[in-house]
């Protein structure tokens, strides 16, 4: 028998991962479907060759240069300017996520958040020592904001999680329903810290995805200090091998992160293939417009094949509802097309692909429902 000191609070819990198969056509992650262009992979390649001539010695710790890139690529992007101290940065968004609950939550600290919604969230809770609430959502996917401010009152968390474009559903949120939460946040912070306010994070990891006059949670920080709101390099830039996560946040919030972040967290490898893919956003933007065109495209096929699309802001779509979703799931699998059974009941999720992976999920799809 082993033993070792496992932790009580892990016991039973498996590693966290959508499948990982070699089928065909993979629908499941909600990847960009194309890969860099070869101005973007050549950019990468140079500025790699260059810092390896360095590897000898230790990063930047504080990534300066990375995060001047990043408040101007914000700037461009959500039209709001940014100090680079107001920038952090991490492997992956998951890791910002991970740095901001060590910092603001922990033991006897609670993190809030609204189902369905990134099953990851609650695994910060949990790795962090933090108490879990999950509040439901309305039946189309929305927040309550009638009944926010009295829960937040209740659990006085150190952190509310709120993703927008919200995974699994794709929903956004509305700036009305994001000041609603702000303002209900305000004074509501933990019982160990009386008069402070929760910190309301917004994930935006599928932000650029947002459709035409759907904010950025971005607008909103010169309003509110207790408001931080993260994006990633993996959707837009399609560059989810690179795990390059970042955060815009209040100086004050920014300097705590510094804290909890491990000594040169970020490679110097990892802060020259950033900033070269930053480079290059303006196509990766125009690439982001077509893909928007295409998720549009798919929303209209599945509603015209009589099924439900939940709203979506981002690179993919919730669609059902099915008494046996699990059999639609398997029959595309058994035609090499891989998409996601998450989320309420009854629902599935595909993520947009390339025209010819789109049409084959399609045909898979309608075959499957004969």
């Not at 009305?176 to 810290?193: C, H, I, K, W």
């Not at 040169?264 to 290059?280: K, W």
């Not at 933007?285 to 209209?300: C, T």
């Not at 998409?339 to 898979?364: C, H, Y």
């Amino acid at each position: 028998m082993v033993s070792i000191p496992f932790r009580p609070a892990l016991a039973g819990f498996e590693p966290y991962g959508a499948p990982q198969l070699d089928v065909p056509v993979t629908l499941n992650v909600n990847e960009n479907p194309y890969p860099p262009s070869p101005a973007m992979i050549a950019d990468i390649a140079e500025a790699v060759a260059e810092a390896a001539t360095n590897l000898n010695r230790y990063p930047d710790r504080d990534f300066l240069a990375l995060r001047e890139d990043l408040a101007r690529y914000v700037a461009g992007e959500a039209g709001v300017a940014l100090r680079p101290e107001q920038i952090w940065a991490a492997n992956g968004s998951n890791e910002v996520m991970l740095h901001l609950l060590l910092a603001f939550a922990g033991p006897g600290r609670s993190v809030m958040s609204f189902a369905p919604t990134y099953s990851m969230y609650s695994e910060y809770a949990r790795d962090t020592n933090s108490t879990w609430h999950e509040l439901p959502r309305r039946a189309d996917f929305s927040l309550d904001l009638d009944a926010i401010p009295g829960d937040i009152a209740k659990i006085r968390p150190a952190v509310i999680l709120l993703a927008s474009p919200n995974n699994p559903t794709g929903t956004a949120l509305r700036e009305a329903e994001l000041r609603t939460v702000l303002e209900a946040a305000r004074g509501q912070g933990p019982e160990d810290a009386p008069g402070t306010d929760a910190l309301v994070v917004v994930d935006e990891a599928y932000g650029e995805f947002r459709r035409e006059g759907v904010p950025s949670a971005f607008e909103l920080l010169s309003d509110y200090d207790n408001l931080a709101v993260s994006r990633t390099m993996s959707k837009a830039f399609g560059a989810a091998g690179l795990r390059l996560g970042y955060l815009g946040a209040a100086r004050d919030v920014i300097d705590q992160l510094r804290i909890v972040r491990l000594p040169y967290h970020l490679s110097a490898i990892t802060q020259a293939a950033a900033r070269a893919a930053l480079r290059h956003a303006d196509s990766q933007l125009s690439q982001v417009a077509g893909l928007r065109r295409s998720r549009d495209s798919m929303v209209e096929r599945l509603n015209s094949l009589g099924l439900a699309t939940a709203p979506t802001d981002a690179n993919f779509v919730m669609f059902g509802t099915f008494p046996d979703r699990h059999a639609i799931f398997a029959h595309l699998l058994r035609r090499g097309i891989l998409i996601r059974e998450v989320g309420p009941e009854g629902w599935l999720r595909v993520s947009v692909g390339t025209p010819e992976e789109n049409d084959a999920f399609f045909s898979a799809l309608e075959e499957g429902m004969e």
